[in-house]
């Protein structure tokens, strides 16, 4: 499962990290999955961190390997078509991939929690929400119903339920999608978690609430000091929310950078493409088309992998596989051509 | 202004985009219902199911040729002949007819039997339910109460009271067997219809400017095919185990014809000395049966409709 | 954007108008509830208008209210001058020759049991006496015009990405060469990098046929670079229509301003500098709508007279239309 002896390459480390060793470290993590019977890398060497009190955005497409990367530090792939066949997950240095089912199950919603996309389907409608919640604080903070039921009016109220103490013993189909929402982040906050992973917690929600969503997430990351991966296609929730970028396409990383360093300085075609693609409200961008679509996992080109899509490439670029290399001004991208390519605004009206 | 000229239209990669844990891709051009066939015919059991449901009609198809011998007619001479007995193959009842021969005219008559029902079941139970589907309201309430109303017969009494009526013979029988599945065939297709109805491509074709009739035929009837093929299935199965039975009661097939269940009836005084009057007709009962159950257990297994999603 | 400097905000002749349409759902406890109150809309030949909501404003119900979907509760739907909601079933069908649609869901709006050419070919079948080799040539012209291949045309719809399905499903709307097209938040399900290769296409090709189209969405970013003239809804009414350009220089209503200030901007500079109107709440059940104006529960700027009065559609300068008591009318 793990390669305890592999030296991770030209360390990856988050650009922003602190001296302190990551909350969240993810080395070389390869996951597979089964398409008729051969066993195909959808995931391959993804390497990023996560510090206490950071948010880190994991970007890309469908098919990018991001939504599959953020199921795997937790082991929420299916057993069946999917296994990690290498690399290290660790939560303030323990390796995740080793433990057994029973101790993974008590990392699982203690100290880490997880937000899905979907707060319709999320929550049990068969369950009041503030039974919902307190089982959570029972199952991992073994406090007795009473307390429970105190807690999860407290994380209620945290989230900015309106009288949220007199709501407990609604049902989910009482909330808006928006209040759904919160519901699911009170959930994940009520065993004060270390590291909190949001799976497009935005996205099927209105613009409106989008932004309370977002800023209750940044909130939270700043006054508990918690750790948080946020995945998502929408680069302008990543310009609103995060501080470290990991950009992800057909299954590798292919840059990784701070912030306003890689808005700044894109050095991957992709990300720059991904920039300039969609328009956007204050009237920048739409004008350029990434062509083509992203590439099965069975058909990963051999070469740079965004190559056929890639306007800038050459046909060094198809050779053999492009390795994740250091930008200079801290973090990594994976481009033959990244010192020659001018992608930043300026460069490109140039 | 963007640093390349942007293309009219984008060009297409020819890779269609999958989830990345999707299932097999399928090979390509495959319409749906080759791809049901392929998963269909996939497992050993369906295959074997398939086997002998086809040996069973082929059988009924070719009863008249293929019967060495006439099945009513009587030979006292060679009664009770155990199986593999020169010219008689599978031996021969107390009355000395063969009982291969009348094990294939029994396939005849089951495979009538249960084609009466189907075709009833079917005839009277898909329009009303493709109808009560697509168009909710006052129509689907007046037909799904008449549904419930006929599902709460139970099948062989209601069969009963039928040929109570109108008198035992094998028709009658049948047709009130294919009364009970009028309400199932319909409670399937309902669901069914209610399902596809709900999604957009059917707005699509309205918005189009198709009429009812054409949604119906087009859009509704192909996509309510599957269920509803798992359904005529276990029907069959159902068809042959209730023709066997009111035979078995003489209230099918009249004697001296040959039946499944009336040679299981005419065999019954003597079956301790000699069982295989008895057997062979219940072995073909309970493969045939068997046989369709397990077809219609693996279609719906192959029927899921699954989606590529980007 | 326009590439006519001159749009009329309100045209004079327009193609398709609505007026005070109304759209209502009986829901199980025989309530009804008014999904679209009173909706006043023109498109013009040959202009695209965007209609701007979120979820529960009422735009997906106007659109099926306005294509006769559903039928409306009252109001106006004039197609071509003629009202559309007093046609018969029959003449209702030859009018849809001229109006066709795009679906948000290209996985659900192709029926998955026909092939691509079939689908494609399916309003020639309806609403022409072509034979098979006219329809088959037709369906390979919009095939290569949407930026598919010839031989796609046998596959089944499952073969295809969303990006591509949504290319066969604007095929199937342009095949008759309709006057007007509804896109009904046609790339809000697409990637990232199909959205805007599917927008580009959709406008590049409305405008080489010169075809109006009406096209539903939540976002306002992609409004900016395709629709002439922007109308904002919000629970079952319009608040706001203003030229496009003008709509995002200067919002008048105070629920357009907070829309566009809740747009997230891709730039981290220009996102985190932005002044935010943050609305607090969310959008009342439109079962129960408030008194006054729509928007007055979740106004920043609500005084006592939006509680009690709706404010009408007044012209604000620029030639637009709003609907707020704060407003100064031009």
Redesign the interface.
């Known amino acids: 499962m793990t390669h305890p002896t592999q030296t991770p390459q030209p360390a990856p480390a988050a650009p922003t990290t602190p001296s302190a060793p990551p909350l969240l470290s993810v080395r070389d993590l390869t996951v597979e999955f089964a398409v008729r019977g051969e066993w195909n890398a959808v995931v391959s060497d993804v390497s990023f961190d996560v510090g206490a009190g950071q948010v880190v955005a994991l970007v890309g497409e469908s098919g990018s390997g991001k939504s599959v990367t953020c199921f795997s530090t937790l082991r929420l792939i299916d057993s069946q078509n999917g296994r990690i066949s290498s690399g290290e997950v660790l939560l303030n240095g323990r390796d995740l991939l080793t433990l057994s089912e029973r101790e993974m199950a008590d990392v699982r919603g203690n100290e880490v929690a997880m937000i899905f996309q979907e707060p319709m389907t999320s929550l049990n409608p068969a369950y009041t929400v503030g039974s919902q919640v307190g089982e959570v604080v029972r199952r991992h903070r073994g406090a007795d119903r009473a307390g429970a039921r105190r807690r999860a009016a407290e994380v209620l109220d945290l989230v900015g339920i309106p009288r949220a103490a007199s709501r407990l013993d609604d049902y989910p189909h009482q909330f808006s999608g928006g209040m759904r929402q919160r519901v699911m982040i009170a959930m994940a906050l009520a065993t004060e978690p270390k590291l909190l992973i949001a799976d497009e917690p935005t996205t099927a929600l209105d613009v409106t609430i989008q932004a309370q969503v977002l800023d209750l997430v940044r909130g939270f990351a700043r006054d508990l000091d918690m750790g948080v991966l946020l995945v998502t296609h929408d680069l302008g929730v990543v310009a609103e929310a995060c501080d470290d970028v990991v950009v992800m396409y057909a299954g590798q990383v292919v840059e990784h950078a701070e912030l306003f360093d890689l808005f700044d300085r894109p050095r991957h075609p992709y990300t720059s493409g991904l920039m300039h693609s969609l328009p956007r409200v204050d009237g920048v961008g739409g004008m350029e088309v990434i062509p083509g679509s992203p590439p099965l996992p069975t058909a990963f080109p051999t070469g740079c992998r965004f190559g056929p899509r890639c306007r800038f490439a050459e046909a060094a670029c198809h050779a053999g596989p492009i390795p994740l290399t250091p930008r200079p001004s801290g973090g990594t991208d994976r481009c033959r051509r990244a010192d020659e390519l001018d992608l930043t605004p300026a460069g490109r009206r140039a | 202004?963007?640093?390349?000229p942007?293309?009219?239209?984008?060009?297409?990669?020819e890779?269609?985009?999958?989830?990345?844990?999707?299932a097999?891709?399928?090979p390509?051009?495959?319409?749906?219902?080759r791809r049901f066939l392929r998963r269909f015919t996939g497992p050993w059991t369906s295959r074997a199911a398939l086997f002998v449901v086809a040996l069973w009609l082929f059988v009924a198809v070719t009863a008249t040729w293929l019967a060495p011998h006439d099945p009513v007619v009587q030979d006292l001479t060679a009664r009770r002949l155990p199986p593999l007995s020169p010219d008689h193959l599978l031996g021969t009842d107390s009355l000395g007819r063969d009982t291969l021969s009348r094990l294939m005219y029994g396939a005849r008559v089951a495979a009538q039997a249960a084609a009466i029902s189907v075709l009833v079941g079917l005839a009277f139970g898909v329009p009303p339910a493709l109808l009560a589907g697509l168009l909710r309201g006052p129509w689907d309430a007046v037909f799904s109460r008449i549904a419930d109303a006929l599902l709460s017969f139970p099948p062989l009494l209601l069969a009963l009271a039928i040929v109570g009526v109108m008198g035992p013979n094998l028709t009658n029988a049948m047709l009130a067997i294919g009364i009970v599945f009028i309400p199932r065939f319909f409670r399937v297709v309902r669901a069914a219809t209610l399902a596809v109805r709900e999604?957009?491509?059917i707005?699509?074709?309205?918005?189009?400017?198709?009429?009812t009739s054409?949604v119906l035929r087009?859009?509704v009837l192909?996509?309510v095919v599957s269920p509803l093929a798992v359904q005529i299935s276990l029907a069959l199965g159902f068809a042959i185990l209730a023709e066997s039975s009111l035979s078995f009661l003489g209230l099918g097939v009249q004697a001296p014809e040959a039946s499944w269940g009336s040679m299981l009836s005419e065999g019954r005084a003597a079956w301790f000395y000699t069982p295989w009057p008895i057997i062979v007709p219940a072995t073909a009962v309970v493969a045939c049966v068997l046989a369709c159950n397990v077809l219609g257990d693996s279609m719906a297994d192959s029927v899921g409709?699954?989606?590529?999603?980007? | 954007m326009s590439t006519t400097p001159a749009v009329p905000a309100v045209p004079a002749t327009p193609l398709l108008d609505v007026r005070d349409l109304r759209v209502e759902y009986r829901s199980r406890g025989r309530r009804t509830v008014a999904a679209v109150r009173s909706v006043d809309l023109q498109v013009a030949a040959g202009e695209v208008v965007a209609l701007v909501g979120e979820s529960g404003s009422g735009k997906s119900s106007a659109v099926r209210g306005i294509m006769q979907l559903i039928r409306p509760a009252g109001g106006e739907v004039r197609f071509d001058g003629q009202d559309l909601t007093t046609l018969g079933r029959k003449e209702l069908r030859r009018a849809r020759r001229d109006m066709q649609m795009v679906f948000q869901d290209p996985f659900s709006s192709l029926d998955p049991a026909m092939t691509v050419a079939e689908i494609i070919a399916e309003p020639l079948m309806v609403h022409t006496d072509q034979d098979r080799k006219q329809r088959r040539a037709s369906v390979v012209e919009m095939l290569e015009l949407v930026g598919l291949r010839r031989e796609h045309a046998d596959r089944y719809p499952h073969e295809f990405s969303g990006g591509q399905r949504q290319r066969i499903a604007i095929a199937r709307a342009l095949i008759l060469r309709p006057r007007l097209v509804i896109a009904d938040e046609a790339v809000s399900a697409l990637d990232v990098s199909s959205q805007n290769q599917v927008l580009q296409l959709l406008q590049s090709l409305i405008a080489e046929l010169g075809i109006a189209c009406l096209f539903i969405t939540h976002d306002l970013a992609v409004v900016r670079s395709i629709a002439d003239r922007v109308a904002v809804m919000y629970l079952g009414r319009l608040v706001e229509q203003q030229r496009t350009e003008d709509l995002f220089d200067h919002p008048e209503h105070p629920y357009t301003q907070a829309l566009l200030s809740a747009a997230l901007v891709a730039d981290p500079r220009v996102q985190r500098t932005r002044r935010r109107t943050r609305l607090e709440g969310e959008l009342p059940d439109p079962a129960n709508p408030p008194a006054g104006c729509v928007f007055s529960t979740r106004c920043p700027l609500a005084i006592d007279v939006c509680h009690e009065v709706a404010p009408p559609m007044r012209p604000v300068a620029g030639g637009g239309q709003a609907a707020c008591h704060l407003v100064e009318p031009a």
């Not at chain 2, 202004?1 to 390349?4: A, D, F």
């Not at chain 2, 890779?15 to 999707?22: K, M, Q, R």
């Open positions: 202004m963007s640093l390349v942007t293309p009219d239209i984008p060009p297409v990669v890779a269609p985009v999958t989830e990345p844990s999707g097999p891709s399928p390509r051009h495959e319409s749906p219902r999604e957009t491509f707005e699509a074709s309205r918005s189009i400017g198709t009429p054409w087009r859009h192909p996509n409709r699954e989606r590529t999603r980007a």
